[in-house]
């Protein structure tokens, strides 16, 4: 049961008794602690060797990959959650974003709900990569589960899957907040819950540098492009409150130059995991999404969060910036706020509990992109109609209409306007 590269950390005889304690004490401490160092666990602590049953014998098999992964011992919600599940008790966890909460259920035998496909595949990833061998089954509406089969469907079907799937089991609730939703889906699905939480209800990461900055509405592009040209090198996930949204400011920020590339629901199925990988291999470095986007994702490069538009649910708020800070890595997070968000943004800094400084920025310095960005607002304006036009004709070829990756050509009419600006267009393509 030991692995050849790291013996210490996979030994399974080893089990030290006090850990789960220690970690019940921790509770509230939000600190990412793997480091044999500072988290003296071991994964033999919260994983004995009589589970799972060895007819399935993946215990070593886990170890080895855990090793080959590089998780060097559990995180807190790890520790905390899977001795209870292993226990055979129903399981809500409650651990901010980027904990490895995935984790903690990956290790399981489980059947998977996530909200959106997206978030299926990646932890069908997860699972590939701890050594199981997944069906990733997506918004079917034949729920056919074969107990040790594991599929992953969506929230919004959770009734129907409650009805079929074996009565007799165990249920395990992950999330970063604890919502409504969340709290209806206990009530309807887990029997006499133990509580492992190891985050307050609604906190944010302490290495996310949360910023907000107050704009005028018709200026959100110019603020943008300029943040983007300032912070140019940088990985983002910006968010938008509609697919048009997403999809208009990837064609405007296209078109001067920056390898934009949009994620909504309006794109095709294909076309959302294609734009997922383009930005997962760095090839794009700029993600314009809706909230498709704002749960579970793990980019772990992803370096700044831009709110373009405000959440109107401040709980999203805490998914989205938790797209950026992962696993004990830091990140920023600017959320636009215009004369029309003032009241949803108090909303969010009384849920974290914080108040949030204002981004720093030049006006003077923005506002002579006023020009530039009209432009190129305007030939956005004219490739979305274009789409929308090709979109009402029937389709012919292999139907990539939905992406803007072929939507470049645009791009070119936007006039260069002396060194000056090709200057500024390099520093922007600098490293994207
Ligand atoms: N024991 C571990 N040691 C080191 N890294 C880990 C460990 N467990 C998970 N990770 C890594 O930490 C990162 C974040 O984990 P994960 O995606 O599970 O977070 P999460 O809590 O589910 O976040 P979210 O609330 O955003 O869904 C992942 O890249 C994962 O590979």
Redesign the pocket.
């Known amino acids: 049961g030991q692995s050849a590269t790291t013996p210490s950390s996979w030994d399974h005889g080893t089990a030290r008794a006090s850990t789960h304690a220690r970690a019940a004490d921790d509770r509230t401490s939000t600190t990412w602690s793997?480091s044999g160092t500072t988290n003296e666990a071991s994964w033999s602590t919260i994983w004995p060797t009589s589970w799972p049953p060895t007819r399935f014998g993946v215990t070593d098999v886990l170890c080895e990959a855990?090793d080959q992964?590089?998780?060097?011992?559990?995180?807190k919600?790890?520790i905390e959650a899977i001795p209870v599940a292993l226990q055979g008790k129903d399981v809500i966890g409650l651990?901010?974003?980027?904990?490895?909460?995935?984790?903690a259920f990956a290790l399981l035998h489980t059947l998977v709900l996530t909200p959106t496909r997206e978030l299926a595949f990646q932890i069908s990833e997860?699972f590939e990569a701890l050594g199981s061998s997944i069906g990733v089954k997506c918004g079917t509406s034949h729920v056919n589960c074969h107990f040790y089969t594991y599929y992953y469907l969506f929230f919004y079907q959770v009734d129907k899957i409650l009805k079929v799937i074996p009565r007799e089991r165990r249920t395990f609730l992950?999330?970063?907040t604890m919502t409504k939703k969340v709290q209806k889906l206990e009530r309807a699905a887990l029997k006499d819950p133990v509580k492992c939480a190891v985050s307050t209800k609604y906190s944010t990461v302490d290495k996310l540098q949360q910023y907000y900055i107050f704009i005028p509405s018709k200026y959100k592009d110019c603020y943008l492009v300029s943040i983007l040209n300032e912070l140019a090198g940088n990985s983002f996930i910006i968010f938008c409150s509609t697919c048009n949204t997403a999809q208009r400011v990837a064609l405007l920020l296209r078109n001067l130059g920056i390898t934009a590339i949009p994620l909504h629901g309006q794109m095709s199925q294909n076309k959302r995991l294609g734009a997922l990988n383009k930005f997962k291999s760095k090839s794009r470095s700029v993600l314009l999404a809706t909230d498709v986007a704002s749960?579970?994702l793990?980019i772990?490069h992803v370096d700044c969060v831009i709110n373009y538009d405000i959440p109107t649910h401040s709980k999203d708020y805490i998914?989205r910036v938790?797209r950026t800070a992962?696993?004990g890595r830091s990140g920023k997070s600017i959320t636009f706020v215009t004369q029309y968000d003032v009241e949803l943004f108090q909303r969010i800094e009384s849920l974290i509990g914080k108040k949030l400084p204002a981004f720093p920025t030049q006006e003077e310095e923005v506002m002579m992109l006023v020009e530039r960005v009209s432009e190129a607002q305007r030939f956005a304006k004219i490739e979305m109609k274009e789409q929308g036009d090709k979109r009402k004709r029937p389709k012919r070829g292999d139907g990539d209409d939905d992406d803007t990756e072929q939507a470049t050509g645009v791009r070119k009419k936007v006039k260069g306007g002396g060194g000056g600006e090709e200057a500024w267009r390099r520093s922007l393509e600098g490293g994207r």
Request: hydrophobic share 20%.
């Open positions: 793997t855990c992964l590089g998780w060097k011992s559990p995180t919600i790890q651990a901010e974003t980027g904990s490895g909460k995935t984790g997860q992950f999330s970063a749960r579970g793990d772990p998914h938790g992962r696993a």
